[in-house]
């Protein structure tokens, strides 16, 4: 079945970086697009950026721009997302979801299971 | 772009519940249903305003009026107690919203 696993919890100290990754199964990886979306504790979704696993491209959110690196590895059906100068507000879970990109009005089907991050000296 | 939701709705079992979402991009561009419950990721329960999954029961419903989409859930049920979030994009879908989400309490 189409599956979403991401990485496991961080805790990082104010100033660092984290890389979240996203395995995906059971579907074509190079098919979808991959969105990153993180939740605070408490509030709503918040959108940070998707990547294109065909070619590597990127969009991020204005928020995030100069943040936040999206990659991929299509050997191993993989996208990785990393947030550079992490801030206490930062401490959020954060979801990797895809997007069909040949139907990209079907809405994200399947979402990662989440990954909390906090930041915290 | 901005969508607005209000922040709370309570029906009885049984009922009728009705979700709004409301922002200018809808006049252009679809909305989508996330249900989410607590600890758990978003399931998508409606796409392209009215199209609902499959596997999604089908109590679950939507509809579109110029810059507003609702969302019903038909009979409620004490398990469609949770969070429930709108979304929309830009064309390219580059650009992605979320409304603030609405919290229905099962009473």
């Known amino acids: 079945q189409v599956r979403l696993v991401q990485s496991g919890a961080e805790v990082k100290e104010p100033g660092a970086s984290v890389k979240v990754s996203c395995r995906a199964s059971?579907?074509?990886?190079?098919?979808?697009?991959m969105y990153w979306v993180r939740q605070a504790p408490g509030q709503g979704l918040e959108w940070m950026g998707r990547i294109n696993p065909n070619n590597g491209g990127t969009n991020s959110a204005q928020k995030f721009q100069g943040r936040v690196t999206m990659t991929r590895d299509t050997s191993i059906s993989t996208a990785y997302m990393e947030l550079s100068r992490l801030r206490s507000d930062d401490t959020a879970v954060y979801y990797c979801a895809r997007l069909n990109i040949a139907a990209a009005i079907s809405g994200f089907d399947c979402w990662g299971q989440g990954t909390l991050i906090t930041v915290s000296s | 772009y901005e969508l607005t939701q209000p922040p709370s709705v309570s029906v009885s079992p049984g009922q009728t519940a009705r979700i709004t979402c409301s922002g200018d991009?809808?006049?252009?561009?679809?909305g989508y249903w996330y249900q989410q419950k607590p600890g758990q990721a978003p399931v998508l329960v409606i796409y392209?305003?009215?199209e609902g999954p499959s596997g999604i029961p089908e109590r679950f419903s939507g509809s579109s009026s110029g810059t507003t989409v609702t969302l019903t859930i038909s009979g409620v049920q004490a398990e469609d107690e949770a969070d429930y979030y709108c979304?929309?994009?830009?064309?390219?879908?580059?650009?992605?919203?979320f409304g603030g989400g609405t919290k229905l309490t099962v009473l």
């Open positions: 059971g579907y074509t990886f190079t098919g979808y697009y």
């Open positions: 991009v809808l006049s252009k561009q679809y």
């Open positions: 979304q929309s994009a830009d064309s390219s879908g580059t650009d992605v919203v």
């Open positions: 392209k305003d009215t």
